[in-house]
T-cell receptor, first 113, second 108 residues
Framework: NAGVTQTPKFRVLKTGQSMTLLCAQD?????MYWYRQDPGMGLRLIHY???????AKGEVPDGYNVSRLKKQNFLLGLESAAPSQTSVYFC????????????FGPGTRLTVT | DAKTTQPNSMESNEEEPVHLPCNHS???????IHWYRQLPSQGPEYVIH???SNVNNRMASLAIAEDRKSSTLILHRATLRDAAVYYC?????????FGTGTRLKVLA
């Protein structure tokens, strides 16, 4: 099993450009999450999904959109990138139930100039 | 999800036990306590979780206060590879908010 994979690993964008980050998991998990981590800081939840076709806002959703068209994929979109969105983005997935742990991807390092 | 409070940083000597505290005074009766750690340049990895009873696994032990308002992650013998940021999360819904974390430095 590959677990949770993220594409791409690195990306540099100019202000105003758009891009989509892809998260894929092969563990048949219902729940998926997108977090951002700024240098020296903790993880902040952007959006999450509790099943195919459903998404919800996290702590810092502004400037991002998400889609979960297939159970195994969770896409994070930036419509008009801003320098404040320079960060490392982590995707995670887990099974339903408060006692189940999250599995994280390796992260995508995004720089917006 | 319950809000958690952790010290920003802690130091430990190699091969000595480490006790990492976490306060979660707003925790509800059904919230689980999850601990993760994040090694440099990696995503977080699960360490341990508990509800009411103390828990042990191959990585660590989790001691939960009787009133559940605090917990302590115990690393029995710290190694240099345990240097990481340790996160304590109170999990009450599917939303899954991370705490601020404690940066553990292990001294050789």
């Amino acid at each position: 099993n590959a677990g949770v994979t993220q594409t791409p690993k690195f990306r540099v964008l100019k202000t105003g450009q758009s891009m989509t980050l892809l998260c894929a998991q092969d563990m048949n998990h219902e729940y998926m999450y997108w977090y951002r981590q700024d240098p020296g800081m903790g993880l902040r939840l952007i959006h999450y999904s509790v099943g195919e076709g459903t998404t919800a806002k996290g702590e810092v959703p502004d400037g991002y959109n998400v889609s979960r068209l297939k159970k195994q994929n969770f896409l994070l979109g930036l419509e008009s990138a801003a320098p404040s969105q320079t960060s490392v983005y982590f995707c995670a997935s887990r099974r339903p139930g408060l006692f189940y742990e999250q599995y994280f991807g390796p992260g995508t390092r995004l720089t917006v100039t | 999800d319950a809000k958690t409070t952790q010290p920003n940083s802690m130091e430990s000597n190699e091969e000595e036990p480490v006790h990492l505290p976490c306060n979660h005074s707003t925790i509800s009766g059904t919230d689980y306590i999850h601990w993760y750690r994040q090694l440099p340049s990696q995503g977080p990895e699960y360490v341990i979780h508990g509800l009411t009873s103390n828990v042990n696994n191959r990585m660590a032990s989790l001691a939960i206060a009787e009133d559940r308002k605090s917990s302590t992650l115990i690393l029995h013998r710290a190694t240099l590879r345990d240097a990481a940021v340790y996160y304590c999360n109170g999990v009450g819904t599917y939303k899954y908010i991370f705490g601020t974390g404690t940066r553990l430095k292990v001294l050789a």
